[in-house]
Protein backbone atom coordinates (compact mmCIF):
# COMPACT_ATOMS: atom_id res chain seq x y z
CA UNK A 1 0.00 0.00 0.00
CA UNK A 2 1.62 3.06 -1.41
CA UNK A 3 1.59 6.27 1.43
CA UNK A 4 -0.16 9.15 0.54
CA UNK A 5 1.79 11.91 -0.01
CA UNK A 6 1.94 14.57 2.53
CA UNK A 7 1.52 18.29 1.19
CA UNK A 8 2.88 21.19 2.03
CA UNK A 9 6.23 20.22 4.00
CA UNK A 10 8.91 23.29 4.21
CA UNK A 11 12.43 21.70 5.28
CA UNK A 12 13.31 25.24 6.98
CA UNK A 13 10.13 24.95 8.46
CA UNK A 14 10.24 24.12 12.14
CA UNK A 15 9.85 20.46 13.51
CA UNK A 16 6.51 20.95 14.58
CA UNK A 17 4.89 22.49 12.29
CA UNK A 18 5.83 19.84 9.61
CA UNK A 19 5.72 16.89 12.00
CA UNK A 20 1.76 18.10 12.59
CA UNK A 21 0.80 17.41 8.72
CA UNK A 22 2.59 14.45 8.80
CA UNK A 23 0.71 12.98 11.98
CA UNK A 24 -2.43 14.29 10.74
CA UNK A 25 -2.24 12.30 6.95
CA UNK A 26 -1.45 9.61 8.70
CA UNK A 27 -3.65 9.39 11.20
CA UNK A 28 -6.43 9.76 8.28
CA UNK A 29 -4.83 7.01 6.36
CA UNK A 30 -5.18 4.47 9.64
CA UNK A 31 -8.60 5.44 10.49
CA UNK A 32 -9.82 5.71 6.92
CA UNK A 33 -9.43 1.40 6.88
CA UNK A 34 -12.43 1.29 9.60
CA UNK A 35 -15.10 -0.10 8.51
CA UNK A 36 -13.60 -2.22 5.56
CA UNK A 37 -11.06 -3.60 7.63
CA UNK A 38 -13.50 -4.73 10.63
CA UNK A 39 -15.17 -7.79 8.95
CA UNK A 40 -13.67 -11.32 9.53
CA UNK A 41 -12.51 -12.26 5.91
CA UNK A 42 -11.43 -8.61 5.06
CA UNK A 43 -7.49 -9.85 4.87
CA UNK A 44 -6.37 -7.20 2.03
CA UNK A 45 -7.82 -4.34 4.20
CA UNK A 46 -6.80 -5.68 7.56
CA UNK A 47 -3.15 -6.42 6.11
CA UNK A 48 -3.25 -2.53 4.21
CA UNK A 49 -4.17 -1.19 8.06
CA UNK A 50 -1.39 -3.04 9.35
CA UNK A 51 0.91 -1.40 7.04
CA UNK A 52 -1.28 1.94 7.94
CA UNK A 53 -0.72 1.39 12.07
CA UNK A 54 3.26 0.92 11.26
CA UNK A 55 3.94 4.33 9.62
CA UNK A 56 1.83 6.02 12.13
CA UNK A 57 3.75 4.00 15.10
CA UNK A 58 7.06 5.39 13.22
CA UNK A 59 6.24 8.73 12.50
CA UNK A 60 4.81 9.24 15.97
CA UNK A 61 8.23 7.35 17.20
CA UNK A 62 10.52 10.24 15.40
CA UNK A 63 8.43 13.46 15.94
CA UNK A 64 6.38 12.28 19.05
CA UNK A 65 8.24 14.71 20.99
CA UNK A 66 6.12 17.67 19.09
CA UNK A 67 2.81 17.00 20.57
CA UNK A 68 3.29 15.66 24.42
CA UNK A 69 1.82 12.29 26.02
CA UNK A 70 -1.14 12.11 23.81
CA UNK A 71 1.51 10.94 21.11
CA UNK A 72 2.99 8.12 23.54
CA UNK A 73 -0.19 6.74 24.13
CA UNK A 74 -1.29 7.23 19.92
CA UNK A 75 2.33 5.11 19.62
CA UNK A 76 1.81 1.77 22.09
CA UNK A 77 -2.14 1.88 20.08
CA UNK A 78 -0.76 2.06 17.11
CA UNK A 79 1.94 -0.42 17.92
CA UNK A 80 -0.96 -2.77 19.67
CA UNK A 81 -2.76 -2.56 16.21
CA UNK A 82 -0.08 -3.39 14.41
CA UNK A 83 0.83 -6.33 16.30
CA UNK A 84 -2.77 -7.90 16.51
CA UNK A 85 -3.12 -7.44 12.85
CA UNK A 86 0.68 -8.95 11.78
CA UNK A 87 -0.05 -11.65 13.81
CA UNK A 88 -3.44 -12.39 11.93
CA UNK A 89 -1.52 -11.65 9.12
CA UNK A 90 0.65 -14.46 9.55
CA UNK A 91 -2.22 -16.92 10.44
CA UNK A 92 -3.33 -15.82 6.84
CA UNK A 93 0.35 -17.07 4.65
CA UNK A 94 0.28 -19.79 6.90
CA UNK A 95 -2.97 -21.03 5.85
CA UNK A 96 -1.50 -20.24 2.04
CA UNK A 97 1.26 -21.98 3.15
CA UNK A 98 0.02 -25.12 4.06
CA UNK A 99 -2.44 -25.06 1.30
CA UNK A 100 0.06 -24.66 -1.41
CA UNK A 101 2.31 -27.16 0.05
CA UNK A 102 -0.35 -29.95 0.06
CA UNK A 103 -1.35 -28.91 -3.55
CA UNK A 104 2.05 -29.77 -4.48
CA UNK A 105 2.97 -31.74 -7.33
CA UNK A 106 4.00 -34.81 -5.51
CA UNK A 107 3.60 -33.96 -1.93
CA UNK A 108 2.53 -36.20 0.87
CA UNK A 109 -1.27 -36.42 1.44
CA UNK A 110 -2.17 -34.29 4.23
CA UNK A 111 -2.30 -36.18 7.20
CA UNK A 112 -4.13 -35.43 10.54
CA UNK A 113 -1.44 -33.25 11.73
CA UNK A 114 -1.24 -30.60 8.98
CA UNK A 115 -5.90 -30.94 9.21
CA UNK A 116 -5.39 -30.08 12.85
CA UNK A 117 -3.03 -27.59 12.34
CA UNK A 118 -4.82 -25.46 9.43
CA UNK A 119 -8.21 -26.15 12.22
CA UNK A 120 -6.54 -24.21 14.55
CA UNK A 121 -4.66 -21.48 12.70
CA UNK A 122 -8.20 -20.60 11.28
CA UNK A 123 -9.48 -20.78 15.00
CA UNK A 124 -6.65 -18.27 16.25
CA UNK A 125 -7.39 -15.74 13.50
CA UNK A 126 -10.89 -15.44 14.89
CA UNK A 127 -9.33 -14.97 18.20
CA UNK A 128 -7.33 -11.94 16.97
CA UNK A 129 -10.33 -10.54 14.56
CA UNK A 130 -11.83 -10.52 18.06
CA UNK A 131 -9.14 -9.08 19.99
CA UNK A 132 -8.63 -6.19 17.09
CA UNK A 133 -12.34 -5.60 17.00
CA UNK A 134 -12.15 -4.83 20.85
CA UNK A 135 -8.82 -2.96 21.08
CA UNK A 136 -9.98 -0.83 18.31
CA UNK A 137 -13.29 -0.31 20.03
CA UNK A 138 -10.87 0.72 23.52
CA UNK A 139 -8.65 2.59 21.61
CA UNK A 140 -11.57 4.79 19.95
CA UNK A 141 -13.31 5.12 23.41
CA UNK A 142 -10.33 6.59 25.11
CA UNK A 143 -10.59 9.07 22.24
CA UNK A 144 -6.76 8.47 21.49
CA UNK A 145 -7.10 9.10 17.84
CA UNK A 146 -9.34 11.88 18.47
CA UNK A 147 -6.79 13.49 20.96
CA UNK A 148 -3.81 13.11 18.70
CA UNK A 149 -5.81 14.69 15.99
CA UNK A 150 -6.71 17.55 18.66
CA UNK A 151 -2.77 17.87 19.07
CA UNK A 152 -1.67 18.05 15.50
CA UNK A 153 -4.08 20.11 14.29
CA UNK A 154 -2.91 22.88 17.09
CA UNK A 155 0.28 21.83 16.50
CA UNK A 156 1.08 21.75 19.94
CA UNK A 157 1.62 19.89 23.37
CA UNK A 158 -1.60 18.36 24.20
CA UNK B 1 13.89 -6.49 19.67
CA UNK B 2 16.14 -3.73 19.82
CA UNK B 3 14.92 -0.39 21.17
CA UNK B 4 15.53 2.60 18.87
CA UNK B 5 18.20 4.73 19.65
CA UNK B 6 17.13 7.66 21.38
CA UNK B 7 18.03 11.39 19.04
CA UNK B 8 19.95 13.85 21.43
CA UNK B 9 19.33 17.40 20.97
CA UNK B 10 15.94 17.21 19.11
CA UNK B 11 13.41 20.00 19.36
CA UNK B 12 10.26 20.98 18.25
CA UNK B 13 10.97 24.44 17.12
CA UNK B 14 14.47 23.11 15.32
CA UNK B 15 13.88 22.96 11.58
CA UNK B 16 12.74 19.52 9.56
CA UNK B 17 15.83 19.79 7.95
CA UNK B 18 18.21 19.77 10.58
CA UNK B 19 15.83 17.30 12.32
CA UNK B 20 15.94 14.76 9.74
CA UNK B 21 19.84 15.00 9.70
CA UNK B 22 19.80 14.12 13.87
CA UNK B 23 17.54 11.33 13.06
CA UNK B 24 19.22 9.73 9.96
CA UNK B 25 22.29 9.39 11.55
CA UNK B 26 21.28 7.74 14.42
CA UNK B 27 19.31 5.31 12.50
CA UNK B 28 21.92 4.93 9.77
CA UNK B 29 24.41 3.85 12.92
CA UNK B 30 21.91 1.05 14.31
CA UNK B 31 21.35 -0.14 11.12
CA UNK B 32 25.13 -0.62 10.47
CA UNK B 33 25.63 -2.18 14.19
CA UNK B 34 22.77 -4.64 13.19
CA UNK B 35 24.48 -5.86 9.86
CA UNK B 36 27.30 -8.14 11.40
CA UNK B 37 26.31 -11.91 11.57
CA UNK B 38 23.22 -11.75 9.80
CA UNK B 39 23.98 -14.76 7.82
CA UNK B 40 24.06 -17.33 10.67
CA UNK B 41 21.19 -19.63 10.52
CA UNK B 42 21.48 -20.67 13.92
CA UNK B 43 20.70 -16.69 14.70
CA UNK B 44 17.25 -15.89 13.64
CA UNK B 45 17.12 -12.41 15.70
CA UNK B 46 20.02 -11.10 14.13
CA UNK B 47 17.80 -11.12 10.73
CA UNK B 48 14.78 -9.70 12.72
CA UNK B 49 17.01 -6.85 14.54
CA UNK B 50 18.61 -5.73 11.56
CA UNK B 51 14.65 -5.67 9.63
CA UNK B 52 13.59 -3.56 12.34
CA UNK B 53 16.64 -1.34 11.89
CA UNK B 54 15.99 -1.21 8.13
CA UNK B 55 12.41 -0.17 8.73
CA UNK B 56 13.46 2.19 10.95
CA UNK B 57 15.64 4.12 8.73
CA UNK B 58 13.42 3.48 5.81
CA UNK B 59 10.20 5.51 7.94
CA UNK B 60 12.55 8.02 9.03
CA UNK B 61 13.93 8.98 5.34
CA UNK B 62 10.51 8.89 3.91
CA UNK B 63 9.28 10.89 6.83
CA UNK B 64 12.11 13.73 5.83
CA UNK B 65 11.42 12.96 2.65
CA UNK B 66 11.20 16.65 1.30
CA UNK B 67 15.24 17.69 3.21
CA UNK B 68 16.90 15.22 0.81
CA UNK B 69 17.44 16.01 -3.32
CA UNK B 70 15.03 12.87 -5.38
CA UNK B 71 17.41 11.36 -6.79
CA UNK B 72 20.05 10.18 -3.99
CA UNK B 73 16.88 9.91 -2.16
CA UNK B 74 15.29 7.70 -4.41
CA UNK B 75 18.21 5.56 -4.71
CA UNK B 76 18.82 4.84 -1.44
CA UNK B 77 15.22 4.02 -0.28
CA UNK B 78 15.33 1.66 -3.46
CA UNK B 79 18.06 0.08 -1.59
CA UNK B 80 16.56 0.02 1.71
CA UNK B 81 13.63 -1.90 0.16
CA UNK B 82 15.72 -4.36 -1.87
CA UNK B 83 17.40 -5.35 1.55
CA UNK B 84 13.69 -5.48 3.73
CA UNK B 85 12.89 -7.45 1.36
CA UNK B 86 15.43 -10.08 1.68
CA UNK B 87 15.79 -10.02 5.41
CA UNK B 88 11.76 -10.36 5.43
CA UNK B 89 12.40 -13.54 3.36
CA UNK B 90 14.72 -14.90 5.61
CA UNK B 91 12.56 -13.87 8.30
CA UNK B 92 9.08 -14.67 7.57
CA UNK B 93 10.46 -18.50 7.39
CA UNK B 94 12.23 -18.15 10.85
CA UNK B 95 9.19 -17.30 12.29
CA UNK B 96 7.02 -19.56 10.25
CA UNK B 97 9.69 -22.62 11.42
CA UNK B 98 9.38 -21.39 15.24
CA UNK B 99 5.62 -21.47 15.40
CA UNK B 100 5.46 -24.93 13.54
CA UNK B 101 7.81 -26.55 15.75
CA UNK B 102 5.89 -25.70 18.97
CA UNK B 103 2.92 -26.61 17.10
CA UNK B 104 4.44 -30.29 16.22
CA UNK B 105 5.57 -30.69 20.11
CA UNK B 106 1.96 -30.21 21.15
CA UNK B 107 1.01 -33.36 18.32
CA UNK B 108 0.92 -36.91 19.19
CA UNK B 109 3.69 -38.70 18.08
CA UNK B 110 1.91 -40.27 15.12
CA UNK B 111 -0.07 -36.60 13.89
CA UNK B 112 3.20 -35.05 13.39
CA UNK B 113 4.68 -36.68 10.12
CA UNK B 114 3.34 -34.04 7.95
CA UNK B 115 3.90 -30.93 9.87
CA UNK B 116 7.54 -32.67 10.47
CA UNK B 117 7.66 -32.37 6.34
CA UNK B 118 6.39 -29.33 5.89
CA UNK B 119 8.89 -27.55 8.16
CA UNK B 120 11.52 -29.72 6.35
CA UNK B 121 10.32 -27.92 3.33
CA UNK B 122 10.52 -24.18 4.74
CA UNK B 123 13.82 -24.97 6.02
CA UNK B 124 15.17 -26.29 2.85
CA UNK B 125 14.29 -22.44 1.25
CA UNK B 126 16.07 -20.58 4.32
CA UNK B 127 19.79 -20.78 2.43
CA UNK B 128 18.26 -19.90 -0.84
CA UNK B 129 17.07 -16.74 1.24
CA UNK B 130 20.30 -16.59 2.96
CA UNK B 131 21.80 -16.11 -0.81
CA UNK B 132 20.11 -13.18 -1.38
CA UNK B 133 20.28 -11.55 1.86
CA UNK B 134 24.60 -12.06 1.60
CA UNK B 135 24.88 -9.95 -1.52
CA UNK B 136 23.28 -7.42 0.17
CA UNK B 137 25.17 -7.34 3.88
CA UNK B 138 29.08 -7.58 2.78
CA UNK B 139 30.58 -4.93 3.99
CA UNK B 140 31.51 -3.26 0.47
CA UNK B 141 27.49 -3.05 0.17
CA UNK B 142 26.91 -1.54 3.85
CA UNK B 143 29.83 0.98 3.34
CA UNK B 144 28.44 2.22 0.36
CA UNK B 145 25.08 2.52 1.81
CA UNK B 146 26.17 4.19 5.13
CA UNK B 147 28.44 6.90 2.45
CA UNK B 148 25.25 7.30 0.28
CA UNK B 149 23.48 7.74 3.95
CA UNK B 150 25.93 10.39 4.98
CA UNK B 151 25.53 12.78 1.97
CA UNK B 152 21.42 12.86 2.65
CA UNK B 153 22.43 13.66 6.04
CA UNK B 154 25.02 16.12 4.83
CA UNK B 155 22.30 18.15 2.51
CA UNK B 156 19.80 18.27 5.18
CA UNK B 157 22.18 19.77 7.69
CA UNK B 158 23.42 22.57 5.05
CA UNK B 159 19.84 23.00 4.84
CA UNK B 160 19.07 23.21 8.55
CA UNK B 161 22.28 25.78 8.62
CA UNK B 162 20.80 28.45 6.23
CA UNK B 163 17.54 28.02 7.54
Known amino acids: MKAKKVKGLEPRGTLRDNAARIVSVRLAELRSFVPAAMGRDEGDAQHDMRIAAKRLRYVLETVGLCFGEVADTARQGAREVQTVLGELHDCDVLIETVERYTSEEGAPPTDRGLEVLVTRTVQRRDQLHADFQSLWSRLDGEAVWNRLAAAAEDGTSA | ?163
Request: charged share 35%; aromatic share 4%.
Open chain 2, 1 to 163: VARARPVPDLRPDQTFATAAARIVAVRADELLEHSHDVLDLNEVERVHDMRVATRRLRAVLEVFRPCFPKKPYRRVIAELKDLADVLGERRDRDVQIEGLREFAADLNEGDRAGVERLIESIDSERPVANLALATRVTEAHVAELCERLAELVAVAEAEGRRA
